[in-house]
């Protein structure tokens, strides 16, 4: 598994911005589209990045504290 694979990344439509909002907060605020398969393939894209800023600077990478949500049974 990726170090990025750790952090939860999700696509929503925003009413208000008429578009498709890619999200991971515990990395970035977040990017936007038309198309919600290309947000979250370049959404990926960019928590990548941001990874690979972090480790190469050898600055640790933030906590991971955002978690999806569980349905409770």
Do not use: N
Not at 25 to 47: E, W
């Amino acid at each position: 598994m990726k170090t990025s694979d750790q952090y939860h990344k999700w696509v929503e439509w925003s009413e208000e911005d008429q578009a498709y909002l890619g999200k991971c907060p515990d990395l970035i605020t977040g990017i936007h589209g038309d198309d919600p398969r290309q947000v979250y393939a370049d959404l990926c894209d960019v928590v990548d990045d941001v990874v690979r800023h972090f480790e190469s600077t050898a600055r640790p990478l933030p906590p991971r504290r955002i978690r999806p949500m569980q349905e409770v049974v």
